[in-house]
């Protein structure tokens, strides 16, 4: 302490005491899985047509579930993006080229998490490809956010409505001690 | 007393209405656009309150390599590279704000994987100028896209 200048010492104590701080939190990662419904009315045309929910992100859900505060959560990415087409509609995921993932609020800059191109299923279930790099914290801390699926038509389809099920598998990084 | 009512219920009018127009004037901007280099043609769309264009059509929808529709392959997040450029959303988070002008959105380049800063300006009902940037709207570069024209029907 007594080489450094004397109206630098207060500094170094706050820095000090910050990096012990720091230095002992560790991370922790937990899941938590959303299922979502997403809705389009038709009818729908050749190429991209939007199936789309509003969600209401229940962070103190996870929160409570996993003890975690909601200042302790660290990051939020996904694990995991599946679709289920209705049972009802009797269509299979055959008709459809390519799925793309979306989120957007009135906040935040719409964001794809993730992809599916092409589609090679005459099964009524897919898993997207997710973003290894999207950052979802974001977006959880939103009153309300969009959830926005586009999939890609093969053919013109003159259904009135559709309806998927999206189920979400998201990782989540907090800090701990 | 009275008068105040009245001047309350005039001002609350104006702001609605004052709203309701500019909602209309913003959704001018809804339609299918054509760039100028001609390659591709955009539609337009809203979605909440922010407006937002994907790419419907490509003049060469095949990538020559590969011979398959073109994707995203310059995309710098390299698990979402598969993403098909038809159906592409390359304008984003655009709102209206005043003197039919669109800003705070961006633009994206499919050929190098760039995201710009992007501002649009409606010079007429069938032009757009639509600048990206970086950084400073004074360093950056304008394109002037038309609207596409549906045929009329015929009698």
Redesign the interface.
């Known amino acids: 302490m007594k080489n450094i200048h004397k109206p630098l010492r207060p500094l170094f104590v706050i820095f000090t005491v910050v990096y012990i701080f720091t230095s002992c939190e560790k991370t922790k990662t937990t899941s938590a899985e959303y299922n979502v419904d997403l809705n389009a009315s038709g009818p729908f045309f050749q190429?991209?047509n939007?199936f789309?929910a509003d969600f209401k992100p229940d962070l103190s859900k996870i929160s409570s579930e996993t003890a975690i505060a909601n200042e302790n959560l660290k990051s939020i990415g996904i694990k995991k993006a599946i679709v289920t087409l209705n049972p009802n509609d009797s269509i299979s995921f055959e008709m459809f080229?390519?799925a793309?993932l979306?989120l957007?609020?009135?906040n935040i800059?719409?964001q794809?998490i993730a992809?599916?191109?092409p589609i090679s299923t005459s099964e009524n279930q897919i898993e997207l490809?997710?973003?290894?790099?999207?950052e979802l914290l974001d977006f959880f801390k939103e009153e309300v956010f969009?959830v926005?699926l586009?999939l890609?038509f093969a053919e013109d389809d003159y259904k009135d409505d559709m309806n998927v099920e999206l189920k979400l598998e998201l990782n989540i990084d907090y800090k701990t001690k | 007393m009275n008068s105040l009512k009245i001047t309350l219920v005039i001002a609350l009018t104006s702001i609605f209405s004052f709203g309701a127009l500019a909602q209309v004037e913003g959704d001018k901007l809804i339609g299918v656009w054509e760039p100028s280099h001609g390659k591709a043609k955009v539609k337009i769309e809203k979605?909440?309150?922010?407006y937002?264009g994907?790419i419907?059509w490509l003049k060469e929808p095949n990538d020559p390599e590969t011979g398959n529709?073109k994707?995203d392959k310059n995309n710098p997040?390299?698990?979402?590279t598969?993403?098909?450029l038809?159906?592409y959303?390359i304008l984003?988070?655009f709102e209206y704000t005043d003197k039919n002008t669109w800003s705070e959105g961006?633009i994206y380049d499919p050929e190098n994987g760039s995201t710009y800063s992007s501002t649009i300006k409606m010079k007429d009902d069938n032009t757009l100028d639509i600048r990206g940037y970086i950084g400073v709207s004074a360093l950056g570069r304008t394109d002037v896209w038309k609207r596409l024209q549906m045929p009329s029907k015929k009698k």
Request: hydrophobic share 25%.
């Open positions: 190429g991209g939007s789309i080229n390519s793309t979306q957007v609020s009135d800059a719409m794809s992809v599916l191109n490809t997710v973003s290894n790099e999207v969009t926005l586009d890609d | 979605i909440g309150n922010k937002y994907k419907v529709p994707v997040d390299e698990s979402m598969s993403t098909p038809r159906g959303r984003k988070d961006t």
